[in-house]
Every structure is written in C-alpha cells, then in structure tokens.
C-alpha cells in the first residue's frame, strides 16, 4: 500500500485555501471551495477532495475557470432563478446559488434553479445537505450529454455520450445526520477511479471497459482511452438522460450537435405542506424503523443514506484524513509554483475554530 499523510481537516482547508488565493481567487471565494472540498474528505468522499486541485489550476491556466469570477442572475421569477456561473469557480457558484434557492423557497414554497457556464461543482451531497439542513428538500443534477461528450456508454451502445452525470437528493431529519441520496449515474464517479489509481490498488468488477470495450479493473485502462458503465443498465442510462434534459433548461444544448448540458438545483420549503418539525420527527421514525430491519447474512446492519458520512465526518474530525502520497506531492507542487507553503504552520486560528475542538 503507498504512503500516506495523515493530515487534520484546518490544514486540508488551509493548504486549498492558500493555494487557490494565490492563483487569483478572492479570500471569500478561496475560503468557500476549500471548505467545499475538505467537507468532501470528512464525509469520506475523498474523489472530490484535494485530488481535484491540480486540474483546477490547468483549468486557471487555460483560461477555462477563472478564479475571481462572482455568478450573474440572468432572470428570475418569485420561485425560479438562472444564474450564469461565468467560469467562475463551481463549488461557489452552486453554494451561492442554494442558498438564494433555499431563501425564494421559504417564501414561495419552491425555487428550482439553473446554472450555465460552470465547471466541476464537487460533491453534490454538499448543496443537497445545506437544503436538507435549512428545513428544505433538496434536488440537485448535473448532466453532459451528445455524441463524444463524456466516457459513460448509453446502454446498448458502444461509446460514450455521458458525462458521469450525478444526482443527489437531501431530506432533512432535524439532527445530524440527514437523509441523502448523492451518486452519479455511471457505475462509479471518475474521481474515485482517480482515488483508486493514487492508492497503487484495481477498481471493483462491472465499472470500466478498457478502449477495446472489454471489461477491466484497472484504473490505467480507463485513462488509456476507455469507458464507464451507467449503473442498473438501462435504468441508470435513463436517469443519465434526464440530467441532461434538467440542465438544458438552462438553454444549454444544441441542435446542430445534438448536445445538452447543464447544472439543475431545487429547494421545496417542508413548512409548506406541514410542520417541518413534526415532519423530521416522522423521517427519523421512518428511517430508523427500515435501520431496524435484521441484517441479512455478511452485514453487521442496515444503513440509510447519510449514515456513512456523518460516522465519516464525526471519525475524520478526531483522527485525521488521509492524503496519499501521489497526491500529496501534486499539492506540494501546486503550491511551490504558486510560491505557497502548505506546512501546518500556515493554519490560521479560524481555520482550527471553523472545524470545532475534535479537529
């Protein structure tokens, strides 16, 4: 197994937060990604953590993503919002852009929402949260489609057109650890191949298939021109689809190409239809009764979405994520160009008080 870095979660936002500030990004908008992605980690979701740094910088240098840029509202109506992320940085934008979601929905039962021009948005589980935890239900898609867009088959064919294409729903519980649903719809997010190819170890049977179409579970077939599966066969290709038609709402597709893409949220306010305290009390009632169900055999018990990342977090706060060696050395890189130091010294106060004592 290869070497790893046991780093606490302040020095993990501390060495995103620096790096990205020092690449052009405002304070506030460093700060938000960096938590974003360190989140990612506690829940122990570490394919859309750290690792995702250094193609954020290409995407800098290229002139894809451009650090300093704030999102526009292109239209709105009481209960609907399109927001033009202008290049900026993803996980900003979609934070932002939740939470003027979940405000229109405290007062007009429903905001749904679409974003154009924004890149790589992180975890989805992490918008889907932050309505599950205003109170709110919580839908969020991302979806690339069309001829050569992305490396997911659509079921029966034999190249791809899909993007991974995620989706996650949040329910809110009234405690800590909310109701979410947050996967995407090929068998496994790329990011997690990334994870799988830093630790030196194969991916699970039914993920990929190398760039002759055969079956495989080694990560370096995938990025040697291979494919993902969808999940569920042709339920997960459909699902795949229905990403797409969400985010064409933000008029991002093209007839010429046959392409549609785009980023869909939306927040429904419990309160509308009834009590959300009483409402939370019953999901956790419901929850925990399915919880109670007797393991089958090679089960120690049954979960609910959410369960993991909250133990997740709870355990990384306390003892600390590890950071491959691989990836590690990239950040060490990043930031050495960048003229940064990711030593723990550079962790502020704030940074330890934001993550709270076990941290």
């Known amino acids: 197994m290869e070497k790893t870095h046991l780093l606490q979660a302040p020095h993990l936002h501390a060495i995103a937060r620096n790096i990205f500030v020092a690449a052009g990004a405002a304070r506030h908008i460093a700060e938000d990604v960096a938590e974003i992605l360190v989140n990612a980690h506690l829940a122990g979701h570490d394919s859309h953590g750290l690792l995702r740094v250094p193609a954020y910088l290409r995407g800098i240098d290229a002139g894809h993503l451009q650090p300093a840029a704030e999102p526009k509202i292109l239209a709105e109506t009481p209960n609907t919002l399109h927001i033009d992320g202008q ?34 948005i992180g975890r989805l589980g992490e918008y889907a949260e932050a309505a599950a935890r205003a109170g709110c239900i919580g839908l969020i898609t991302v979806g690339t489609g069309g001829k050569g867009a992305g490396p997911t088959v659509p079921y029966g064919g034999s190249e791809g057109t899909f993007s ?55 990560p370096a077939d995938f990025y040697d021109g291979g494919a993902l599966l969808a999940f569920g066969k042709h339920k997960g290709y459909a699902l795949a689809l229905f990403t797409c038609l969400l985010g064409g709402l933000a008029g991002t597709f093209d007839v010429a190409s046959g392409k549609m893409n785009g980023t869909f949220m939306q927040a429904i306010d419990v309160n509308a239809f009834t009590p959300v305290d009483e409402y939370q009390k019953g999901v956790r009632a419901f929850l925990d009764g399915i919880k109670s169900t007797p393991p089958a055999q090679g089960f120690d018990e049954v979960l609910v979405p959410g369960d993991f990342e909250s ?49």
């Open 164 to 218: 991974t294409n995620p989706l996650a729903i949040g329910v809110p519980t009234g405690d800590d650890s909310p109701f979410i649903v947050d996967y995407a719809t090929s068998m496994i997010a790329e990011g997690k191949i990334q994870v799988a190819r830093s630790k030196g170890i194969d991916l699970p049977e039914g993920c990929i298939l190398d760039k002759n179409g055969v079956p495989s579970v080694k």
């Open 311 to 359: 133990r997740s977090r709870e355990e990384r706060l306390k003892e600390g994520v590890e950071i491959p060696d691989t990836i590690y050395n990239q950040l060490q890189e990043c930031a050495e160009k960048l003229g940064v130091s990711i030593d723990e010294d550079t962790v502020e106060a704030d940074d330890r008080a934001h993550y709270g004592p076990l941290s």
């Open 87 to 120: 290049h900026g940085f993803g996980h900003y934008v979609s934070r932002w852009s939740i939470h003027k979601a979940i405000a229109k929905a405290k007062s007009a039962v429903s905001c749904s929402v679409s974003i154009r021009n924004v890149g790589h």
